[in-house]
């Protein structure tokens, strides 16, 4: 098979499985790591992935489907969805078509899905606008689908800090992908307050001291 992409973890290649088509990522040995270590990352990092993907469709949290997991190749096989765009694109988009309530609805959206992922203690660990697909059908309906759960930690117990940090690293992604977008990633974290609750006050009391670090480590340089 031929590699279709490569991220920093893994490989993804496209074939079929039980004749549906699909994605198989296959992560790779970093030559760099102890063995031992290598190999313990990696397969806690599987198991995080396979986890988190079947949390996510438990709790409502659209995702591709998991069809196969390859323990020995350190790989899953998930739902190849070939009538999704990402989110980046659909921004981009959107933004070039100054379709302003389009816009709205998928900060809201966006915001909904993130603050439903930490409700269920899933702490994503990369969330930019790359690793969500959008499937828009008829009548406007509008869906967010969740990819890339490979740096992604499941929580035993509610953790403000890791919650924070997670949107910190969306802001970041979100504003160095879609320059001058600062009013409506404020749509997301807003759609994310509401859908979150009365709670959501501790993930924003860290999130404003984790952009406190980030400015330090910045003017430090």
């Not at 997670?166 to 997301?188: C, G, I, M, W």
């Not at 006050?201 to 860290?206: E, I, Y």
């Not at 404003?208 to 430090?220: A, N, Q, S, W, Y």
Request: charged share 30%.
């Amino acid at each position: 098979m031929d590699v279709y992409k490569q991220g920093a973890e893994a490989r993804i290649y496209l074939t079929t499985f039980l004749g549906k088509k699909c994605v198989i990522k296959e992560r790779f040995k970093k030559s760099y790591r102890h063995p031992q270590l290598e190999e313990n990352l990696s397969t806690q990092r599987l198991k995080n992935e396979v986890r988190a993907l079947i949390k996510c469709r438990q709790c409502g949290v659209p995702t591709p489907s998991l069809l196969y997991v390859d323990q020995i190749k350190n790989s899953i096989y998930i739902e190849y969805l070939d009538d999704c765009v990402t989110l980046k694109e659909w921004i981009d988009r959107l933004l070039s078509n100054k379709d302003e309530p389009s816009l709205d609805e998928a900060a809201k959206t966006l915001g909904e899905v993130v603050a439903k992922l930490h409700l269920n203690g899933i702490i994503h660990g990369d969330l930019t606008t790359s690793n969500f697909l959008v499937r828009a059908g008829q009548m406007n309906e509008f869906q967010l689908i969740v990819i890339d759960f490979g740096l992604t930690t499941i929580e035993s117990a509610n953790n403000p800090e890791d919650k924070g940090v997670d949107l910190y690293v969306l802001e970041r992604a979100f504003l160095s992908t879609h320059p001058n977008t600062e009013q409506l990633f404020k749509l997301v974290l807003k759609a994310y307050k509401h859908a979150y609750g009365s709670n959501s006050k501790d993930t924003f009391a860290k999130l404003d001291e984790v952009r406190l670090r980030g400015r330090k480590r910045t003017m430090v340089g």
